[in-house]
């Protein structure tokens, strides 16, 4: 696979992967990155920004069973690129991209995976060390309100593995203030920017608004 280049897309769909996505290995191609979710959007999003990036198509569709919108692109190359730069499962990790497009990809990929909102702030909460979080938002000068006080354990789960759950807030002023926002019409709410548009392309593949 060529050398890919860090962009906004390639980091949105990097925070997508760290989030709610995962990939597989085995048989041919031989690899494949999936994701699924509830929101058309989020995942058609990621789908177009697949293709930007890969210049190939991923596979979309609709599970009665499981009622989410699953997606699978099947490409080694691009499969051993996301556990070479940011690990396999149980493994993941996030880190500082080299761009600051990059860089707000990647957070936004993360947020719409597995943020959620309230009237102020938005929190992530992953099983992940949030330390890069940090650094990012110190890069993109999203300032840390007196009232977050950081990163923070996230143990409300009676499951005994949550002890690895950390959370992070950021105020929606600060978060629009970069320009940020999201691709789940849902979560657009409280000044939160809802960032998608179906492209003609998405109008001809037959995926309506």
């Known amino acids: 696979m060529e050398v890919l280049e860090w ?25 494949s990155f999936n994701l699924s979710s509830i929101d058309k959007d989020f ?5 177009q ?36 730069n940011f690990g396999i ?10 761009t600051i497009e990059a860089n707000k990809g990647l957070l936004e990929g993360i947020m719409d995976s597995e943020g959620t909102s309230n009237r102020y702030s938005m929190k992530i909460r992953m099983y992940s060390n949030l330390a890069s979080i940090v650094s990012i938002c110190n890069l993109l000068g999203i300032r840390r309100g007196p009232q977050h006080k950081g990163i ?13 759950m950390e959370g992070y807030s950021i105020s929606i002023k600060e978060w629009t203030k970069v320009g940020l926002g999201t691709y789940i019409k849902r979560k657009a709410k409280h000044g939160i920017n809802y960032k998608t548009k179906c492209t003609e392309q998405c109008k001809k593949d037959g995926h309506p608004r």
């Open 152 to 164: 923070s354990n996230e143990n409300w789960f009676s499951d005994k593995s949550s002890k690895n």
């Open 89 to 98: 499962a149980g493994k993941k990790k996030i880190k500082v991209l080299p």
């Open 49 to 84: 920004k697949i293709k930007k990036v890969t210049n190939y198509s991923c596979n979309l569709r609709w599970n009665k069973i499981k009622k989410q919108w699953m997606l699978s692109f099947c490409n080694r190359d691009f499969v051993e690129w996301l556990a070479i």
């Open 43 to 47: 995942v058609e999003a990621t789908r």
């Open 7 to 31: 962009s906004y897309d390639l980091g949105f769909i990097a925070g997508v992967y760290l989030g709610d996505g995962n990939i597989s290995f085995g048989g041919r191609p031989g690899g």
